[in-house]
């Protein structure tokens, strides 16, 4: 068994050795739309490795491609879907923000202001900022993603 600490919710998980970071993750019922299915090409499932980072399987190809267009992206950056939990010492950053995958969720919050950041779900881009009214005109916004996601579902 190896252990994982996970900030700034300050949890940790015990998981097998070789267990993908993501599955640890939902075992913990933390809520991840893994918009493509874990197959590593969103952002959905995007974490910062802030210590440890050699303890995790290297990055795959495939997780290079995607981590490119990812705003904000840098090298702590990984998908908790793509790498698998070897070592001990591993610190995960959960970023902060909500992924959405269609306006129809966020339609009740018309007129309010935003509680937290909502991010595109493939290139982690901020769709609506912490503290913005959420408006008609914002959800638009969410057109043009829900075809990207339609695009993206039918790679993977
Ligand atoms: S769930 Fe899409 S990249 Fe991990």
Known sequence: MKHVELTPVGNRMEVATGT????????????????????????TCHVRVRQGEDELSPRTPREERTLKFLAGADDSSRLA?????????????????????????????????????????ITGKILIG?????????????????????????QA
């Open 20 to 43: 993908r970071l993501l599955d640890g993750l939902l075992a913990l019922k933390f809520e991840l739309d893994m918009a493509c299915g874990g197959k590593g090409l969103c952002a």
């Open 130 to 154: 912490k503290s913005k009214i959420v408006t008609r005109t914002l959800l638009q916004l969410f057109v043009t993603m829900s075809e990207e996601l339609r695009v993206l579902r039918e």
């Open 81 to 121: 879907c793509q790498c698998h939990v070897l070592g001990e010492g591993i610190v995960v950053e959960l970023p902060e923000g909500v992924y959405v995958q269609s306006a129809e969720k966020l339609i009740g919050l018309i007129g309010e202001r935003a509680e937290v950041d909502y991010l595109h779900p």
